[in-house]
């Protein structure tokens, strides 16, 4: 059974700081990699997607890392700002009936 | 332009009561999901449909039931409500497993 493990649970910095946010998965046998972001009260939005041959996808300020063979990835956000502050959320996609597996997120708070 | 909307946002209800949360997607996806936020901000899936089948996590109780009345809406039906079903629920869609997950915004479900 697929299980995902996000580190660390919670994070405070300073404005402007570049960080890296992990996500760990027990099963390599993925489609792909999704992050997400979760504001307070709201849905998730989707924020970057990987594919399970891909080994990184970027946007904007956001860089996503894979490798699958070790069960690995790791979002990198470069020059954060109070309005990166959420839950960033990693999940998994096995296929099949488990649909998106989830960790638990990070919940970030970046400090004007 | 809300591209998956859920209502209610908020439903406070009583034991033994049945309800239903209403999801519609305007993005023209083929697949459909529900998820479970639970008090520790856990999520599960619920279900997938999409219009050829209806995959069921198995660990959710036969008292939920999705009814897709056309390929825009997957409606959540929940029967006999119990005090461990408050949560907060999340419908999203997608087209198929290789494409980003697109959420709703959650309704909050209090049994009381």
């Known amino acids: 059974k697929q299980e995902v493990t996000q580190i660390p649970a919670a994070l405070s910095v300073p404005e402007g700081e570049n960080l890296v946010l992990n996500c760990s998965f027990t099963d390599s046998a993925i489609y792909n990699l999704q992050w997400f972001r979760q504001d307070p009260g709201k849905g998730l939005t989707s924020l970057l997607l990987i594919q399970s041959s891909q080994r990184e996808q970027t946007s904007g300020r956001l860089n996503a890392s894979l490798d699958k063979s070790s069960g690995r990835s790791t979002l990198y956000i470069a020059a954060s700002q109070p309005g990166d502050s959420a839950t960033y959320l990693c999940a998994v996609n096995g296929g099949g009936a488990d649909g998106l597996t989830f960790g638990k997120g990070t919940h970030l708070i970046i400090q004007p | 332009d809300t591209a998956v909307s859920q209502t209610p946002k908020y439903l406070v209800t009583q034991m033994g009561n049945d309800k239903s949360i209403k999801c519609e997607q305007n993005?023209?996806?083929?697949?459909m999901y529900w998820y479970k936020q639970d008090s520790k901000k856990f999520l599960k899936i619920m279900f997938s449909?999409?219009?050829?089948?209806?995959?069921i996590n198995e660990t959710v109780p036969n008292r939920f039931s999705p009814k897709s009345p056309d390929k825009a809406h997957l409606n959540l039906h929940i029967n006999s409500l119990e005090l461990g079903d408050s949560a907060v629920y999340f419908c999203?869609?997608?087209?198929?497993?290789?494409?980003?997950?697109?959420f709703g915004n959650g309704t909050r479900l209090t049994v009381t």
């Open positions: 999203a869609s997608s087209h198929g497993s290789d494409s980003p997950l697109h």
């Open positions: 993005l023209g996806h083929d697949t």
């Open positions: 449909y999409n219009n050829k089948e209806l995959i």
